[in-house]
């Protein structure tokens, strides 16, 4: 035992802590991971119509699930830049988020780009310290300026990590 009556030496001389720390934190990064799937209805509008560059907006109703938060609804609001054709585009846009979920109303500043192509597109996003991806479809059938849509999401899990035997990690 090497002096030390806490600790505990393997026959290979592996420090049993460690292994105990990292089932432990194991364990508890995939219980805290912090992941989201989510379904969406999305307007947009930009103005000069026609225009190769030209000011946008979108205003956006979500329902989710969170593994952190539960169920959640969710409207943001973004303006930003749209570079392209009427359909085939890239936007940048920035704006604000609400979610109402079993924590209650939260606000947090969200950005996201976004290609469409078409009937279709797809697109990345930023809300607070959570990232993801998104693809929707429907530009067309379900009117010029409205979408359907699903996404995926990931944050940072929601816990601290125990440091193994000696600081060493």
């Known amino acids: 035992m090497n002096g030390n009556p806490i600790s505990y030496r393997d ?14 934190n194991f364990v508890n990064y995939v219980g805290n991971l912090n992941a989201d799937v989510f379904a969406f209805v999305a307007a947009e509008g930009s103005y000069p119509p026609g225009s190769p560059v030209r000011a946008g907006g979108e205003a ?3 329902l ?10 969710s409207g ?3 303006t930003g830049a749209i570079y392209g054709g009427p359909n ?6 920035g704006g604000v988020e609400w979610t109402l979920g079993c924590g209650g109303v939260q606000q947090q500043a969200v950005e996201f780009q976004d290609l469409s192509l078409g009937p279709v597109g797809a697109g990345g996003y930023t809300a607070g ?3 993801g991806q998104f693809m929707y479809g429907g530009a067309g059938f379900l009117g ?7 996404g995926w999401g990931a944050g940072p899990p929601s816990q601290n990590y125990i440091q193994p035997w000696g600081g060493a990690w």
């Open 88 to 93: 085939v585009y890239y936007g940048d846009l």
């Open 144 to 150: 010029e300026h409205l979408v359907l849509g699903m």
């Open 64 to 73: 989710g699930y969170s593994t952190k938060r539960g169920e959640y609804l």
């Open 76 to 78: 943001i609001l973004t």
């Open 129 to 131: 310290p959570e990232t």
């Open 11 to 24: 026959p290979k001389g592996e420090d049993a802590w460690t292994y105990y720390v990292s089932w432990i």
């Open 60 to 62: 956006v109703g979500l």
